[in-house]
């Protein structure tokens, strides 16, 4: 059965190499199907877009609408945004992976094979490009480029298996053929990441800084240094730096380190900096086009001379055509990027009903509450202004580019109107957007996704390239290994205030943009995982961030909440509402490896407690 499994993922690495086409880009390169390795490696053209190909899935594991319904793939729900604390997964008769976490009954048999089989698919085609490049006709410095991406990407793919699983079987460069004896044994969890970090170098040293032009999304120096970063402040987290739970008797160096190193904070600090020094990233700020928009819907915010800066980076990056290239004003920020065709993918995931949206997630109103003020003071702070009876005057902008609320502005049939979630005062919906029929929770998702289009308007198909890593996430990574290392300082405060400043927070007269001074090291810990909760959200973090934490049992054992507007003589009344008790078991720190490959495999032990 071994032995079937990777006949197929040959055939899928030989004759699935179609490739994705967007506007001027890398993707944009011609490709053939029916190609034998032979055929595939004596043409340019079909050597790059083998490895072409293996760019595809890059960002598989962060798509907003990754969970299926069992056995029907066609039909896409949310993603990790609906596995954890952010957001309800649709209701459905079927099992979807994200019902599983939330519901805490994930186990072996049921949940999604893809998370371990696409990236052995993957680092299986790039180990069969490595055997074969040198054999095409590309100029050899093409080869050498081309053989680094390949590293890289190999070093991604098995990092994706680490953050789920723990240690994995590494297989090296071997191209497994029929009849071969298959490694299954799982490594461990240290030599996976000191794999990954050494192919991360190894690549670096022939790639150029960052890829410009037609090769804008390739990756680059910077592509491996974002990768080590991130790498790097997993390793040194509280679960996997020592505090995996695992039974009596389990190895427990398959999915952490056996004992705690303080020294892996400072790594990861280092690798953050180093990002940070080739001053070559920087988070993007167009408070002038954001301050254009208020002018122009005046609306969606009661004041909008509050609000004449803003989230430059997400204003840019949802309402253009032109984020895809090198030219386009957020591509500074990007260090990895999955790059796809242009579609009303995440529009028709995270539309209300009005719009043709089909239920990629609702937020609860938890991550609601997380966002501040605009004045940087956090909703329980009696001196921040915020009204329960008028809960999203003065926010934070960046609720408004992460989360559609009542009278939310977004594109229906050709114009702008308002989402109404809010029920009449005989309790029945306004409409079809409204809470307990549109939406269980009272919100939809609007993050990454288009202002201008809408998933029912087929004319207009908006960019869907996603950020994989961004310069956002290396500030909060330093800023969190630095706080850990050595307690605040201030080059993490300078880090927190750069996002906030770019998220359109005011200054106030101290400077600080909302944070506490002279915080205490536990103090400035909460205040980075709030900022990286909200900055980062519906991204792919949190599920994994309140793992490698180990604050799951809190945040994912609680009753989750949603927000019912109702009109009450002729006033609209806010109040919560309970929407779904989350369950919480020390097993869902990891995933469980699918049991067809357990079953299949002697010496392939499975996650504890599954």
């Not at 490709?31 to 595939?40: M, Q, S």
């Not at 594991?61 to 997964?89: K, M, N, Y």
């Not at 997630?361 to 909703?379: C, E, H």
């Not at 959200?537 to 309140?546: K, L, S, T």
Request: negative net charge; proline residues 5%; contains cysteine.
């Amino acid at each position: 059965m071994k032995n079937k499994f990777y006949l197929l993922l040959l055939m899928a690495s030989l004759i699935g190499i179609s490739v994705s086409c967007s506007d001027n880009d890398f993707l944009d390169e011609t490709a053939t199907t029916d190609l034998t390795t032979e055929v595939i490696f004596s043409d340019s053209t079909y050597t790059t877009g083998f490895l072409t190909e293996i760019y595809r899935e890059i960002g598989f594991d962060t798509d907003p609408g990754r969970f299926s319904e069992r056995g029907i793939v066609t039909v896409r729900h949310g993603g990790l945004q609906t596995a954890c604390d952010e957001a309800e997964f649709q209701a459905t008769s079927k099992i979807t992976t994200d019902m599983l976490f939330a519901t805490g009954s994930v186990n072996s048999v049921v949940v999604d094979e893809d998370t371990w089989n696409k990236p052995y698919e993957n680092i299986r085609r790039v180990n069969v490009f490595l055997e074969n490049v040198d054999s095409s006709p590309l100029s050899e410095s093409k080869r050498t480029v081309f053989k680094a991406e390949a590293r890289f990407l190999r070093a991604w793919y098995y990092f994706i298996l680490v953050k789920h699983y723990g240690g994995v079987p590494l297989i090296g460069d071997v191209v497994y053929k029929n009849g071969d004896e298959i490694k299954t044994e799982r490594n461990t969890f240290e030599e996976c990441i000191n794999y990954i970090l050494t192919e991360c170098d190894t690549a670096a040293r022939d790639l150029p800084l960052k890829p410009l032009g037609r090769d804008y999304g390739r990756v680059g120096i910077g592509s491996c240094k974002g990768l080590k970063s991130r790498v790097l402040l997993y390793a040194a987290s509280p679960l996997f730096n020592g505090g995996a739970e695992a039974p009596e008797g389990f190895p427990k160096e398959l999915i952490a380190y056996p004992a705690y190193d303080k020294n892996r904070w400072r790594l990861a600090k280092q690798a953050a900096e180093e990002v940070i020094t080739l001053n070559t990233y920087s988070l993007f700020v167009d408070h002038e086009a954001f301050g254009d928009y208020l002018t122009y819907y005046q609306g969606s915010f009661p004041d909008a001379s509050l609000y004449g800066r803003g989230e430059g980076f997400f204003w840019t990056f949802q309402s253009t055509d032109n984020n895809g290239t090198i030219d386009g004003p957020a591509a500074r920020e990007m260090i990895v990027e999955q790059q796809v065709q242009k579609s009303q993918y995440r529009e028709s995931l995270f539309n209300p009903p009005s719009r043709g949206g089909s239920g990629g997630g609702f937020v609860y109103q938890d991550l609601v509450d997380a966002f501040p003020m605009v004045n940087g003071k956090a909703i329980s702070d009696p001196t921040s202004g915020y009204d329960e009876q008028n809960p999203y005057l003065y926010r934070d902008p960046r609720l408004f580019y992460s989360i559609c609320y009542d009278q939310h502005y977004l594109m229906n049939a050709g114009t702008v109107t308002r989402v109404n979630t809010y029920l009449k005062e005989d309790g029945t919906p306004y409409d079809q957007d409204g809470v307990y029929s549109g939406t269980p929770t009272g919100y939809y998702i609007c993050k990454t996704q288009h202002f201008f289009a809408a998933a029912a308007n087929y004319f207009i198909a908006p960019p869907q390239s996603r950020p994989q890593i961004r310069y956002a996430e290396i500030l909060l990574n330093y800023a969190e290994a630095a706080n850990e290392w050595e307690g605040p300082t201030p080059e993490i405060y300078e880090a927190l205030k750069a996002i906030r400043e770019r998220a359109g927070i005011f200054e106030g007269d101290d400077g600080l943009y909302g944070l506490k001074a002279d915080m205490t090291q536990d103090e400035m810990r909460e205040a980075i995982r709030t900022e990286r909760r909200i900055e980062l959200a519906f991204e792919g973090h949190r599920f994994f961030d309140v793992r490698r934490w180990m604050i799951a049992p809190e945040t994912e054992s609680k009753m989750m909440t949603g927000m019912e507007i109702r009109l009450t003589g002729g006033q609209k009344r806010y109040s919560r509402f309970n929407v779904r008790q989350h369950v919480w078991r020390p097993a869902m720190y990891y995933w469980p490896i699918p049991n067809k490959e357990i079953s299949k495999s002697t010496d392939l032990i499975q996650n504890p407690y599954y």
